[in-house]
């Protein structure tokens, strides 16, 4: 355990400023061009995961009566990285259909514009998720910007209504089930989670008799902010800036959608009879201690205690154990690199996924229900 006191130590906060030095490495590959294109997911996906291998895993937990205010250093990052990355996004539109056409080919301009899909949907939309779990409305706001950059605002509906509340359940998209590929994932969520999104704040709405065109309804602030983005892209880049704006909002949903599906996968909740399900537990994330990649992704690894207590900023989450908590052989660099390759994902995941059922769920016999997202929706 972290003393307080030495949790609210700035050597102990720099380490989750790491995703600073993706920034010089898109301007590089803006100037430079070339081979340096490809280094922001070079940087992202290979580096951090031979981090990862070098520096090992990270156990320690923080003191949990560790006060807001000893947390500075850690918020600042968080709070910093919504104008950092709007500059950067749209620096690099000014920059690729101005002044730096001249060198940078259509196809070198392609893969920058990927690696910032790359930032903003492993950091940016990663940020946002912090964000929109804070009860400060400037936090939150923050939070809508990150992912109005990348057309995805539903993102913060569906995952404080609906994920949430229903992770591990048939009710939730994003769980994936056992034995789905990502592939075939990815096209399900893109449709399901904007809807159950939207059918979540039409009933928050009818329950208080206002019909879903009120503008209450955070989607229209959603539309606004999304409209802003892409005005603002058309702009300063024209029809290409437009196209590398999508381009990069596509890569970075990409991204996000892979976490999700890496971080629950064939992970569920007991049914306990006429639609109702057992309370969530660390068991039902899987869980990932590795070092270097925690730093890059601010603890979203400790995504088991994330679900068991939603209201912990990220320093202060919990590592656990095998024993509480089912453990990932990688970081989520290694692994959402093998969750591209089904067959590869299943032959390591599968083994964990049976493991797990056996450990905690002896007494279930038949998983078919589960396997195929069959069981009642939870009231």
Same mark, same amino acid.
């Given at each position: @355990?972290?003393?307080?006191? =030495?949790?609210? =130590? ?17 301007? &590089? ?35 949990? #009566? ?37 060198? !940078? ?42 992912? $109005? ?10 995952? &404080? ?14 769980? $994936?089930?056992?034995? #789905? ?26 329950? *208080? ?5 009120? !503008?209450?309804?955070?989607?229209? *602030?959603?539309?606004?902010? =999304?409209?802003?983005?892409? !005005?603002?892209?058309? &702009? ?11 381009? =990069? ?8 959608? !892979?976490?999700?599906?890496? #971080? ?13 399900? #057992? ?12 070092? $270097? ?5 601010? +603890? ?36 959402? @690199? ?18 797990? *059922?056996? @450990? ?10 589960? +396997?195929? $997202?069959? +069981?009642?929706?939870? *009231?």
């Amino acid at each position: @355990m972290i003393p307080a006191n =030495q949790v609210a =130590q700035v050597h102990r906060a720099l380490p989750f400023w790491m995703s600073l030095l993706l920034v010089p490495v898109a301007v &590089l590959g803006a100037v430079q061009g070339g081979w340096t294109v490809i280094l922001l997911p070079v940087v992202t996906w290979f580096f951090f995961s031979l981090l990862d291998a070098i520096l090992g895993l990270y156990t320690e937990n923080a003191d949990l #009566e560790t006060r807001e205010e000893q947390l500075g250093w850690y918020r600042v990052i968080t709070l910093i990285w919504t104008p950092v990355q709007f500059g950067l996004l749209y620096w690099l539109l000014w920059y690729v259909t101005g002044p730096g056409d001249a060198h !940078l080919s259509a196809p070198e301009t392609i893969l920058l514009f990927f690696g910032m899909g790359v930032i903003s949907g492993t950091v940016g939309i990663n940020y946002s998720h912090e964000l929109m779990h804070q009860k400060d409305r400037g936090e939150r706001f923050l939070g809508d910007v990150l992912l $109005a950059m990348v057309l995805y605002s539903h993102f913060r509906s569906e995952h &404080l209504l609906v994920h949430h509340r229903y992770v591990g359940t048939p009710r939730d998209p994003v769980t $994936a089930r056992y034995n #789905e590929g990502f592939h075939r994932f990815f096209p399900r969520v893109l449709k399901q989670c904007w809807l159950s999104a939207f059918r979540a704040e039409r009933e928050m709405l009818a329950r *208080r008799n206002l019909p879903w065109h009120e !503008l209450k309804n955070p989607f229209f *602030r959603y539309w606004a902010l =999304q409209g802003f983005m892409l !005005l603002l892209a058309v &702009l300063i880049g024209g029809w290409a800036g437009l196209g590398l704006f999508l381009w =990069q909002a596509i890569v970075a949903v990409w991204q996000l959608e !892979l976490v999700n599906y890496i #971080e629950h996968y064939g992970l569920t909740r007991k049914h306990l009879g006429d639609g109702k399900y #057992e309370h969530v537990q660390p068991r039902h994330s899987w869980n990932a201690a590795h070092k $270097a990649s925690n730093w890059l992704l601010i +603890n979203l690894q400790r995504h088991s205690d994330h679900h068991y207590k939603p209201d912990r900023r990220f320093p202060l989450l919990q590592n656990y154990t095998e024993a509480d908590a089912p453990q990932l052989p990688y970081g989520y660099p290694v692994m959402t @690199m093998a969750a591209m390759v089904p067959p590869l994902w299943r032959r390591v995941m599968n083994p964990r996924v049976r493991r797990w *059922r056996a @450990m905690y769920y002896p007494e279930i016999n038949d998983w078919r229900p589960y +396997n195929k $997202a069959t +069981n009642p929706m939870p *009231r």
